[in-house]
């Protein structure tokens, strides 16, 4: 069954609604207070308001107790369900959320909402400016992309005038690489074949002559199945000789949760906020040399252009960066997922692999690299997809077997989501029928997405107690917030980062829903949260103003003082 915990801070009113509405049945094990709904296949854990463990400490520690009891005086209630027993399971919440940081405490799921509960909010909608989900937050598909994937699924279209032609030979040669010309079967392991040509070609193409085999290229459910499979391969070891991987802070947290479920060792290196989060070779030293002492480090991961952070890094840091991966034998993963979001005119996107191959035959034939790429971000915003790929260079043959051998376990990724990678990396040409409505769509959206960038840092600016970096690239902000200490403390009393009570805020009062910097990682004495600005322009101002409202409100409520951004030391 499913358990649900919520922190201190929600369990009066949860309790009260739980005895009123839900005839729910109690039972009190080691300062919890386990409810079991009637009718239902749930219960609810509250902190026991007797208990003081529950309150300072962290609730994993009674997690064993809870299992334990499922055995004994956590017996099947007559009450809470008629027709079977409920035993009681409990489920590890990711590391991700199971951060100190105190996003763990709050509420992480909830059964009930303030409307059923009858009460009158200040907003009429919640705005969902937490996740990169471009479709989601209004923006339209590419028509070609969407015109070839359909003719794939369903190849009578063919037949009809309504499609271009240059969308029909793409859909006509990929089937064609497809099992009985239908994908509906099962490719390669590694992807369709003609695929990953096309994609070989894209990065030539995009590397400006640097060589691409197609034979290195893997299809990959989403950059993140990529990513994962990497780190599956690459983890090895125990004690002083686990392997250490080095993730940017702050960092996605998918990075932080596959670390921790392949029990490798996470190895923070934080990017420089002062310098628009640069990423700093002697930062970087820094933390390989602590970490050293524990672990075997053996991998560095960057994020290129950033999340959270939407920096774009420049030539010379890539440089630096490979040269030192070379000099300590580091495999290199770049996350390129945000490669065509640029929005700076003074930034441009190198790929880590065009700048190895212009560092000379030393570095390009070997340090080991794994790139990634995406149909979820850039112009398309695809995410429901699940297409992406990875390019691998420099891996060791009998380590490529076992790479491959790794990919065969799920199959193949989904073929969908490969046609339309394929359209992202083969577009219309010039010269094609498609050519002028592709180039608008792309153009149209990449232009917004820039507009609402420099919007966003000018209006975060603009506000007393928050500091925006420029937004040069991806798809976020990720501005400093000041927190008055009496803030801090409340914060501190309810066991959750300072941030997060400023975001819960933030969402109880406008709608706006944003995500706290504790779940990315930062500096300590710091507070951050993470946006998107994926919401319409209108839509977005509307949100930047009431985001400004509240922070003002916020200030007066807990501090009369002048708020001042501190400027962070570097280690």
Known sequence: MDLWYLSLRHRGGISRWLKELCRAARVSCMGWEVWFIRDESFAIILPSPTTST?????PARCWPSLSACSASSCQPLPCCCSRRPLHLRWRMPPQSQRRSSGVLPALQRTSVSSAERGEKQSFTEVIKANIGDAHAMGQQPITFLRQVVALCCFPELLESPAFPDDAKQRAQRILQDCGGQSLGS???????????????????HRDQGVPSDWNNIYLTTGASDGIMSILK?????????????????????????AISELDAVHINY????DHCWALDIEELQRAYLTAKQQCQPRVLCIINPGNPTGQVQSKKCIEEVLHFALEENLFVMADEVYQDNVYALDCQFHSFKKV???????????????????????YTGECGFRGGYMEVLNMDPQVEAQLVKLLSVRLCPPTPGQAAMDVIVNPPKVHEPSYAQFIKEKSSVLDVLAHKAMLTERILNSVPGIKCNPVQGAMYAFPQIFIPPRAIQEAQSQSMAPDMLYCLKLLEETGICVVPGSGFGQREGTFHFRMT???????????LGQLKEFHLRFL??????APQITRTTQD
């Not at 529950?54 to 962290?58: E, N």
């Not at 600005?533 to 949100?543: A, C, N, R, T």
């Open 533 to 543: 600005i994926l919401p319409s322009p209108e839509k977005l101002e509307v949100l």
């Open 356 to 378: 190895l191959y212009e560092m000379g035959p030393e570095y390009f034939n070997n340090v080991e690299l794994a790139s990634f790429h995406s149909t979820s971000k850039g």
């Open 54 to 58: 529950v309150s300072t400490g962290h």
């Open 186 to 204: 099962y490719s390669a392991s590694q992807g369709v074949e003609c695929i990953r040509r096309d994609i070989a070609d894209y990065i030539t």
């Open 233 to 257: 391969l690459i983890v090895s070891g125990q004690g002083t000789s686990r392997t250490g991987v080095m993730i940017p802070i702050p960092q996605y947290p998918l990075y932080s949760a």
């Open 556 to 561: 007066e409520e807990y501090s009369q003082q």
């Open 270 to 273: 934080y990017l420089d906020e």
